[in-house]
């Protein structure tokens, strides 16, 4: 009961919020809040259902088949829910042919697809596929980042992949209703990254159906990430009709205890404060952005740690604990947002 009275304050501020024509500095189209989710078919798409997401990202290995991926999918379908399939590959770039691999998950997933001439939840086909998860971050690269002889070389190889990959969607072999999502997040100061990409690949901006970004932290964290992105593609030509798309937000919490480190944000917030930190991120960046973001997915959807097991920020990023209990209001904030914005 203690945590009745900061739940409804919260969920009051979610409900004045914007949830379809935000008002800022572009307006493009409509707007998805998701969730993180995992591949567990018979546990996490309940788990996302009883949220209220509408909308979840999940990682497969960019070399997956479809057979693999059909019983994660399927269940997400059978309670309603789309997935955002990322397209993954650490600490490396995929060939040629592996990105050309997934026209293959277009064909079966997309609307229309294969799969669904069997399955009942054609409405949940999926529309986009992420190319890579923070491919131009250091931490993959044994630390090479923004500055390092190997950055830019690698910027130009994603995007030769990426052009790879996209071509081989919308022709005969895949699906052109798919879309493919760039990774437009410079991981560090400067703009070696997109323009490295655009070196590479002149007319990336007519094959990329949003870019993609993970601007953690406060304010003055998450404003700089998303500034740069859009004036360093904007710089390259790329129009303000391309959308944004945040595939990981979220704030760590284990209710009190002091963690390692926190993106800025305190790292000993409550579950009360990081709610209302996370809510207030929601509607400020779409208050700057307006519907120029396309969707934001919230990070993630359990705690990989039990609380108290470790003081490590990645263990405690979860809408709810490891063992799938609420995190009190921070669960019921979420809630709000996920019901508020379908």
């Known amino acids: 009961m203690a945590l009745l009275l900061p739940a409804i304050i919260v969920v009051s501020a979610i409900a004045a919020m914007p949830s379809t024509k935000p008002t800022g500095l572009f307006a493009t189209g409509l707007f998805e809040l ?13 788990e996302v259902s009883w949220l209220g997401a509408k909308l979840v990202r999940v990682e497969f290995s960019i070399d997956d088949s479809p057979r693999q991926m059909a019983s994660v999918i399927g269940a997400y379908a059978r309670v309603g829910v789309r997935v955002l399939p990322l397209a993954a590959f650490e600490s490396r770039v995929p060939s040629r042919i592996e990105a050309e691999h997934l026209a293959s998950w277009a064909a079966a997933f997309g609307p229309g697809g294969s799969f669904w001439s069997h399955h009942p939840g054609g409405k949940a086909a999926i529309l986009d596929i992420e190319f890579g998860n923070e491919t131009s971050y250091g931490y993959q690269f044994g630390g090479c980042g923004p500055g390092c002889p190997g950055y830019m070389p690698r910027a130009r190889a994603y995007a030769l992949s990426f052009a790879s990959a996209q071509h081989a969607i919308v022709g005969s072999r895949g699906n052109a209703r798919v879309g493919l999502l760039a990774q437009a997040d ?51 030509g790329a129009p303000a009709s391309i959308p944004i798309y945040i595939t990981e937000l979220g704030i760590a919490s284990d209710n009190g205890p002091c963690l390692s480190e926190n993106y800025g944000w305190s790292p000993c917030m409550t579950y009360a ?7 207030s991120t929601v509607s400020e960046i779409r208050a700057r952005y307006g519907s120029r973001i396309h969707s934001i997915f919230i990070y993630q959807l359990a705690d990989q740690r039990f609380p108290g097991y470790s003081n490590n920020r ?23 947002l996920l019901l508020a914005n379908p």
Do not use: C
């Open 186 to 236: 410079y991981g560090g100061d400067g703009s070696e990254w997109v323009n490295g990409m655009f070196d590479a690949v002149p007319d990336l901006a007519k094959l990329v159906a949003g870019w993609t970004v993970h601007p953690y932290g406060p304010r003055s964290w998450w404003q700089q990430s998303l500034d740069n992105l859009v004036s360093q593609t904007q710089a390259r």
């Open 34 to 46: 998701g969730i993180v989710g995992g591949t567990d078919p018979l546990v996490q798409p309940r």
């Open 273 to 279: 404060q990081a709610a209302q930190a996370l809510s």
């Open 314 to 336: 990645e263990g405690y990023f979860g809408v709810l604990r490891k063992n799938g209990a609420p995190k009190g209001v921070y669960t019921t904030a979420v809630r709000a």
